[in-house]
Each structure stands twice: as structure tokens, then as C-alpha cells.
């Protein structure tokens, strides 16, 4: 097991912003005083291209005022991760990661810290943070705002589910190929206890290809959103190196 305790500080000032709806107006001055706790216990095989073992981690942040931050709120970001290897050599790779983010003190979560999902490590249905509640944006040529020129951006949320589920069969037409089988489900949820869940849980499924390099296994995924959004592909590919999760 390892524990870690650690301080950092952020000032953040926005002065020359192209798309002005696109930040809230709070969120362009902001000082971030965050106090973390971090406790992970890894007993994987191997974390560039796990096979059997555990991942398990849990950090808390804390930001507050008398730190001197912008804001008050604590934020908690949590993951299990189990990786068995079965017959054939096959590789079951289950993942649970949960995100809690709550002001007090009358205060807020800014946009820089509510959580975003989406992506060939998350949410392989959607693009790269492209899932959860959406929101419209005005988009004016040169920077202007009078314009009825509108896009559905994503807002983020102050709660995340996120539930992965793989398998990783070898292909014996050549060492070190592989294919897989995922599953991806959860979304982002505007705050803390899971309302509208029904309605804004997302499931992906998709297949992808592996070859085992060095640094990674080189990773060819395509996935299929089955709840898909307006606007948005429900048929997304991904290449990377590394595994998902």
C-alpha cells in the first residue's frame, strides 16, 4: 500500500477568450488551494499490460478559502480494477471508478474540476470527453456575442460512474496480437446523487486489436454507443498505446 499527502496551488486568469460562452465568466480568475490525500494499492503483474492482480485507489481533495482558494468543495475519485487471466490465456479486466465533487459553504465546484468523460480510456462510445449533460454554447465570428450561431458543448458534472468490463483473447496467427471484447457503461451526472440516472446512463460495447510493444500494447478500439446523443457519432474509433484500463 501507498500513501501519499500532497499540496498544490493553482492561479488561473483567462484574458482573451474566443468563445466567451465557453467558460463561465467565475471560472476566469480562479485560485485553486487543494490539500490531497491519496491512498493506492497496486499488486498488478504488470501496469503497462496487466494480466492478473488488483489496482485500488481513493483520493480526497480538499479546497478551501482559509487555504486560500477561489472556492470551497471536496472531491473524491475512487477505482477497483481486478485482472484475471482464465483459459486459453484470456485476460478478464473489470474496472469501477466513482467521482464525487460537493461545495459547501454556499459555494461551487468550477468547470476545471467537475468531471468529464468520454474517450478510448473511459467511455469508448463517445468521443474524447463527450459524454454527460450537454449545454449550448454561442459561437459568433470573431469573438462576438450577438450572433444566434449555436453548438451543444459538454458541461460536466459533479458525479462519475464509470464501469468497464474487457476480455483480452491472444490470436495465435502471431505472437503478441490479440483481440478484444469490451463493454463501457456510466456517463458524468450533474450532481451528487445519481439523479436522472436512468436517463443519462450510457452502454458502449465495441471490439479492438492488441500488439504487444515494449512500452504497451498498441490499441485499435472501435466502439458502438447504444444510447446515442444527437449530434454526436454513435460509432467512434480510437488508436493509442497502452490498455483502456
Given amino acids: 500500500n501507498t500513501l ?12 482573451r477568450i474566443v468563445i466567451p460562452d465557453l467558460v463561465p465568466t467565475a471560472d476566469r ?6 490539500l490531497a490525500v491519496n491512498l493506492t494499492r497496486d499488486t498488478r503483474d504488470n501496469p503497462l499490460d496487466e494480466h492478473k492482480g488488483v ?12 487555504l486560500g482558494s477561489s472556492v470551497n468543495f471536496a472531491k473524491f ?11 486459453h490465456n484470456i485476460v478478464f479486466a473489470n ?4 467521482g464525487l465533487a460537493q461545495p459547501y459553504s454556499n459555494s461551487r465546484v468550477p468547470l476545471s474540476e467537475e468531471f468529464f468523460t468520454g474517450g478510448g ?12 449533460p450537454q449545454r449550448p454554447v454561442r459561437v459568433c465570428p470573431n469573438g462576438g456575442t450577438t450572433c444566434n450561431n449555436f453548438i451543444s458543448v459538454p458541461s460536466g458534472g459533479n458525479e462519475l460512474l464509470l464501469i468497464n468490463a474487457e476480455a483480452r483473447i491472444p490470436l495465435g496467427i502471431k505472437k503478441g496480437l490479440g483481440l478484444a471484447v469490451f463493454y463501457d457503461g456510466g456517463n458524468v451526472f450533474p450532481t451528487v446523487g445519481f439523479h436522472d440516472f436512468t436517463s443519462l446512463y450510457s452502454n458502449s460495447v465495441g471490439l479492438g486489436l492488441r500488439y504487444a510493444t515494449p512500452v504497451g500494447p498498441v490499441r485499435i478500439d472501435v466502439g458502438r454507443n447504444l444510447n446515442p446523443i444527437q449530434g454526436i457519432s454513435a460509432t467512434q474509433y480510437f488508436i493509442t498505446i497502452g490498455q483502456a484500463f
Fill in 4 to 15: 501519499f499527502l500532497h499540496y498544490r496551488y493553482s492561479q488561473t486568469d483567462l484574458t
Fill in 29 to 34: 480568475h480562479l485560485r485553486l488551494s487543494t
Fill in 55 to 66: 489496482l485500488e485507489s481513493a483520493e480526497l481533495d480538499m479546497n478551501a478559502t482559509k
Fill in 77 to 87: 475519485t475512487g477505482q477497483a480494477a481486478f485482472y484475471k487471466q482464465g483459459f
Fill in 95 to 98: 474496472s469501477l471508478r466513482i
Fill in 121 to 132: 480510456n473511459t467511455l469508448r462510445g463517445f468521443p474524447l470527453d463527450g459524454a454527460g
